[in-house]
């Protein structure tokens, strides 16, 4: 079966045209979704690229779990710049000019920047019993100085079933109704815009037969559209109804944040940076 992007598997070179015009080509799919802009494209990298990838992801094994809390659990990440050199290439590819060129045409957002620290991205890895709760990213490269604006995400698991756990989810802001749904396929790329509130994880927890763990590409874009005085956010967790998720403090700060004078604000931050001490 045909790949929808079309790069070559040993060089890691696209074809730039067809980059261009396959974005274009998905333009109103993605950008008529609501409550925010996202797609799935199934097939999407030659099988060759997402196999070795996975091998190479498999090789690196397993490591402590990142974050242990209500909201996530067993979930870990690696670094591109320690993959071995073939995955180490992928990512670069996947950071390249006709790369951007056809996530812009694809979002209709333009200027779109590559992280070359890949924070929060990489290979993700989720082992059995491990979920990630709904919840909005982060939205400032601090780094950088740049807004967040593209979440890119490819899946690594052959044969996977939507009953195995894992599927990626699409919620709207206020919890009431969960949107989409997708299994974590081999070869299948998710791509969605990132704001305060848009809602998404993968909440059901692994449970693969044979206990693979649950491995994606994952990968992060970014404007120079972050204006002086904006507040960022960290990660804000929401919980899901009728169900036993929790609500971050991320979550109750923005209320917070967003109902209270600025000056009560910043005395309500230093009283509770006083009580974790």
Known sequence: MSSALL????TLDFDREAAKQLGTSLAQDYQSKTPYHYICVDNFLPPEIISRVREEALQMGEKPAEHESPNERLKTSFNPDRMPPYSKSVFYALNS?????????????KGLIPDPYYGGGGIHRTNTTGFLGIHADFNHHQI???ERRLNVLIYLNPDWKEEYGGSFEIWSDDMSTKIDSFAPVMNRMCCFSTGDNTMHGNPEPVNHPDGDPRLSIALYYYTATWEAGRRGQSTVFKKRPGSNDTVDNEAKLRVIRDFVPPILYRKTMGLMNKLRR
């Open 97 to 109: 000019r006709p790369f951007i060129q056809f996530l812009e045409n694809m979002s209709g957002i």
């Open 7 to 10: 790069i070559d598997p040993e």
């Open 144 to 146: 950088m100085n740049l």
